[in-house]
């Protein structure tokens, strides 16, 4: 806008000149290059305007850049904390699923043994057919079911 007025001045400066009676050239040059180098004056600021301008939003395109990435950096970062802290879950997750079922596989293997070990506490075989139908025969001395009704010897092992 500043070169348009500067550009309307000169034309109306050099009219107003002739008006007056100016007819000297020296007279129309010397003012012509004054206004000439207030031209180049209102340009060379025009320019440095520009300059400035253009640095101040080149600043500014630059300053909003490094927040994008410090925001980016951010949400990554939080991102990767969110990630281990879900597989740090996972993991204790895992890890007492492991110790439920190691609990439960030796609460079993318990209910097992004392399970067998109350039957052979109370096994009793009326004689010697009713434990080979079982499967216990020959029955040894100090294994469940052995009775000496069932050996007939006494050497310690019955059903023989």
């Not at 070169?3 to 034309?11: E, F, H, N, Q």
């Not at 301008?53 to 994008?68: G, H, N, P, T």
């Not at 110790?99 to 009793?124: D, F, G, H, L, S």
């Amino acid at each position: 806008m500043k070169r348009k007025l500067i550009l309307s001045v000169i034309p109306l400066f050099l009219i107003s000149s002739l008006v007056a009676g100016c007819t000297d050239e020296d007279e129309l040059v010397e003012p012509a290059t004054q206004q000439s180098s207030t031209i180049h004056r209102f340009a060379d600021s025009d320019v440095a305007e520009e300059e400035a301008q253009s640095a101040a939003e080149a600043a500014k395109r630059e300053a909003e850049a490094e927040a994008q990435k410090k925001a980016e950096e951010e949400a990554a970062r939080a991102s990767a904390e969110a990630e281990a802290a879900r597989v740090a879950a996972e993991e204790e997750a895992a890890r007492v699923a492991a110790e439920q079922e190691a609990a439960r596989v030796a609460a079993e293997a318990e209910a097992v043994r004392v399970a067998e070990q109350q039957a052979t506490e109370n096994v009793y075989y009326k004689n010697c057919s009713a434990a080979r139908a079982a499967g216990a025969a020959p029955v040894y001395a100090g294994s469940p079911g052995y009775g000496t009704h069932l050996d007939r010897d006494g050497d310690g092992i019955g059903c023989e």
